[in-house]
């Protein structure tokens, strides 16, 4: 079992829908990112998290820490809004410098 | 522009053949780090590097090598490159909080999607 687990996998909508990504994670954390893959590759950090909720325009992200669960949700969403996001976390164990990635979700908006 | 720069963005290699994949910084951030991507797999850390002359392995390092002997660059080094070698390659730099306290996000560089043949 992946330490990040995203769900769902694979999400297609329709223009101006609500859109929720969820990630689950297993161990304890010292802070919780989302990030956006677009299509050519690239990697965008949109949110780092250790509690609460965080909102950027129309993406919002929140972590319950004691469920170790976090959602990114995206309102009015667009076509532009199509990319795969990735949740990461930091582990908060002694000494660990790393992220460990969850599989992703590939979003595909239709218009 | 605050950015993390790679080079090169595609590289078609043959087998053994000595490579060096750059990473510039211009954002003076502390912490870097090397990534590799591939389907099913997702993103794993090859090696990082906490400061000027401070590296170490992260969870796939074989066949890999970096240094870090100025802080804003950090190249990744294949000394003899394998086809399993094959993947999409990200460096990130973060600027790090104290100790474990994660108080910043990472920006990550464009990618590049290395063949070896």
């Known amino acids: 079992k992946n330490e990040v687990e995203q769900s769902p996998q694979n999400l297609t909508a329709q223009e101006g829908e609500f859109i929720t990504i969820n990630c689950s994670y297993s161990?304890?954390?010292?802070?919780l990112h989302w990030l956006q893959q677009h299509p050519g590759g690239g990697i965008v950090s949109l949110f780092m998290?250790?509690?609460g909720k965080k909102k950027h325009g129309r993406l919002i992200a929140t972590i319950n820490i004691q469920e170790k669960h976090s959602s990114l949700h995206i309102t009015a969403s667009h076509p532009r809004d199509s990319a795969v996001y990735i949740c990461?976390?930091?582990?908060?164990?002694?000494?660990?410098?790393?992220?460990?990635f969850g599989q992703g979700t590939r979003l595909t908006i239709n218009p | 522009e605050a950015q993390v720069t790679q080079n090169p963005r595609y590289l078609i290699t043959v087998t053994g053949k000595k490579l060096t994949v750059t990473c510039s910084q211009n954002?003076?951030?502390?912490?870097m780090s090397w990534y590799r991507q591939d389907p099913g797999l997702g993103l794993r850390q090859i090696y990082y590097?906490?400061?000027?002359?401070?590296?170490d392995k992260g969870d796939v390092p074989e066949g890999y090598k970096v240094s870090r002997k100025e802080k804003r660059n950090f190249p990744l080094i294949l000394e003899s490159p394998s086809p399993n070698q094959t993947s999409l390659y990200f460096c990130?730099?973060?600027?790090?909080?104290?100790?474990?306290?994660?108080?910043?996000?990472?920006?990550f560089g464009s990618g590049t999607r290395l063949t070896v043949v």
């Open positions: 954002m003076n951030h502390e912490y």
């Open positions: 990130a730099s973060s600027l790090r909080g104290r100790g474990f306290i994660e108080s910043y996000g990472y920006t």
């Open positions: 161990v304890g954390i010292s802070a």
């Open positions: 590097s906490m400061n000027v002359e401070v590296t």
């Open positions: 998290l250790s509690s």
């Open positions: 990461a976390v930091r582990p908060s164990i002694q000494g660990a410098q790393k992220l460990v």
